[in-house]
């Protein structure tokens, strides 16, 4: 979905939007809509803090991980990150793998990978620097137009608006829109009506106001009409249909998937093997195993596993853990166990991953996992049963 822009120049100024409000008489409710809501924002806008400077790569780093993130886990690993990459070069530089390690934990690894060849990109590029311009913020990996659109408004105050799924949900309440959310009629309403409302020169400011309201007070579920700022102009509030606001399409079904792992010890060292860049989790490690298939046992489908994807001869001695975690729409219960190797050929065959390791325990802290294996470790590093060759 491409957003509407306004302003196609370098200049952060807005003149150009400023001369066409001049030009034609604006709504009076669209005006006191701004108003309402950047004075809401000035009072109680959230002290985050990539709003402290709003240096371009603060702001990109801080939209790339608020995707598919709660906001109070993301300032966690963002301050984190800033840590050991306070600059786009440090990111450029570094090896994917530890790349990955800082990323481990907020999902949707392809966001780090992406962001890691476009701080390249930038510094091969555009001399270390955060371009200005959509188009070219478009052209770099990982930034969709969404999210060109949040960098070029917020880090530079171009005259662009935003419609992230916060946003769809308080225009479609404030105008009271009854087509389903995901729709493309509906789609161009909602981008209409959000350029309609974007004040010249102050889009850093309102953009964030509408992300605010969207976050603190027009929540999915149970939202805090009474404390909005703009509930006096909410159509959907006046006609008593805020929770039939946004029109949303039924979710599908979780999907259970049951899969189990082994955790292949031999001489004091662990096997880890490196997923392969195009496939899920891509790049990140991993102990082998995959997915029951019918009429197999957990510790069947490890041994069968192992032979599959390095070529080994394992045994399974005991269980370990059984986790739970959820991707997408799956929820995945996941078997872990320990294995012995049986011979002495530590050299695999590896037809599923691009890389191995034979590690000590203590070092797994230094890779990035999936969810599930992730939380298999942790239970090991507390407990370390049938972990000890």
Same mark, same amino acid.
């Given at each position: 979905?491409?957003?509407?822009?306004?302003?196609h120049s370098?200049?952060?100024?807005?003149?150009s939007?400023?001369?066409?409000?001049?030009?034609?008489?604006l709504?009076? /409710?669209?005006?006191?809509?701004?108003r309402?809501?950047?004075?809401?924002?000035?009072?109680?806008?959230?002290?985050?803090?990539?709003?402290?400077?709003?240096?371009?790569?603060?702001?990109?780093i801080?939209?790339?991980?608020?995707q598919?993130?709660?906001?109070?886990?993301?300032?966690?690993?963002?301050k984190?990150?800033?840590?050991?990459?306070?600059?786009?070069?440090?990111?450029a530089e570094?090896?994917?793998?530890?790349?990955l390690?800082?990323?481990? &934990?907020?999902?949707?690894?392809?966001?780090?990978?992406?962001?890691h060849?476009?701080?390249?990109?930038?510094?091969?590029?555009? *001399?270390?620097?955060?371009?200005?311009?959509?188009?070219?913020?478009?052209?770099?990996?990982? =930034? !969709?137009?969404y /999210?060109?659109?949040? =960098?070029?408004s =917020?880090?530079?105050? %171009?005259?662009? *608006?935003?419609?992230? *799924?916060?946003?769809?949900?308080?225009?479609a309440?404030?105008?009271?829109? $009854?087509g389903?959310?995901?729709?493309?009629?509906?789609?161009?309403i909602?981008?209409?009506?959000a350029?309609?409302?974007?004040?010249?020169?102050?889009?850093? =400011?309102?953009n964030?106001?509408?992300?605010?309201?969207? &976050?603190?007070?027009?929540?999915?579920?149970?939202?805090?009409?009474?404390?909005?700022?703009?509930?006096e102009f909410?159509?959907?509030?006046?006609?008593?249909?805020?929770h039939?606001?946004?029109? @949303?399409?039924?979710? !599908?079904?979780?999907?259970?998937?049951?899969?189990?792992?082994?955790?292949? /010890?031999?001489? !004091?060292?662990?096997?880890?093997?490196?997923?392969?860049?195009?496939?899920?989790?891509?790049?990140?490690?991993?102990?082998?195993?995959?997915?029951?298939?019918?009429?197999?046992?957990?510790?069947? /489908?490890v041994?069968?596993?192992?032979?599959?994807?390095? &070529?080994?001869?394992?045994?399974? @001695?005991?269980?370990?853990?059984?986790?739970i975690?959820?991707?997408?729409?799956?929820?995945?219960?996941?078997?872990?166990?320990?294995?012995?190797?049986? &011979?002495e050929?530590?050299?695999?065959?590896?037809?599923?991953?691009?890389?191995?390791?034979?590690?000590?325990?203590? $070092?797994?802290?230094?890779?990035?996992?999936?969810?599930? %294996?992730?939380?298999?470790?942790?239970?090991?590093?507390?407990?370390?049963p049938?972990v000890?060759p």
């Amino acid at each position: 979905m491409k957003l509407p822009r306004v302003c196609h120049s370098c200049a952060s100024d807005g003149s150009s939007r400023q001369d066409k409000d001049r030009r034609k008489k604006l709504d009076p /409710t669209i005006v006191s809509i701004r108003r309402a809501l950047i004075d809401w924002f000035g009072k109680t806008g959230r002290d985050l803090p990539w709003r402290r400077d709003y240096d371009p790569y603060h702001v990109w780093i801080s939209e790339i991980m608020l995707q598919q993130t709660q906001m109070g886990r993301g300032v966690i690993y963002y301050k984190r990150w800033l840590e050991r990459f306070p600059d786009i070069r440090t990111v450029a530089e570094a090896e994917e793998r530890e790349i990955l390690k800082y990323w481990e &934990g907020l999902g949707y690894y392809a966001r780090a990978r992406n962001l890691h060849k476009a701080a390249q990109a930038m510094v091969d590029r555009h *001399a270390g620097c955060i371009p200005q311009s959509y188009e070219v913020l478009l052209s770099l990996p990982g =930034i !969709g137009p969404y /999210t060109a659109a949040a =960098i070029a408004s =917020i880090a530079y105050n %171009h005259d662009i *608006a935003l419609a992230d *799924a916060n946003v769809e949900r308080i225009l479609a309440r404030l105008f009271d829109i $009854d087509g389903p959310i995901k729709n493309s009629t509906t789609k161009k309403i909602i981008n209409q009506k959000a350029l309609e409302l974007l004040p010249a020169g102050a889009a850093r =400011i309102f953009n964030q106001a509408l992300m605010d309201l969207g &976050g603190l007070i027009c929540t999915p579920k149970n939202p805090a009409c009474t404390e909005c700022p703009v509930a006096e102009f909410c159509s959907a509030l006046r006609a008593g249909r805020v929770h039939e606001r946004p029109v @949303v399409s039924p979710s !599908g079904k979780t999907i259970p998937i049951e899969m189990a792992t082994g955790v292949l /010890t031999h001489r !004091g060292l662990l096997f880890i093997q490196q997923r392969l860049a195009d496939d899920v989790w891509g790049s990140l490690w991993e102990f082998p195993g995959g997915r029951l298939e019918t009429g197999e046992t957990p510790e069947e /489908t490890v041994v069968r596993e192992y032979r599959e994807e390095t &070529g080994f001869a394992v045994e399974v @001695v005991a269980g370990i853990t059984t986790v739970i975690h959820h991707y997408m729409k799956y929820r995945v219960v996941l078997h872990g166990f320990s294995c012995r190797l049986i &011979g002495e050929c530590t050299e695999p065959l590896l037809h599923a991953a691009q890389d191995f390791r034979w590690i000590a325990l203590q $070092d797994l802290a230094q890779y990035g996992f999936p969810a599930g %294996h992730r939380k298999l470790i942790e239970y090991m590093k507390k407990s370390s049963p049938g972990v000890s060759p």
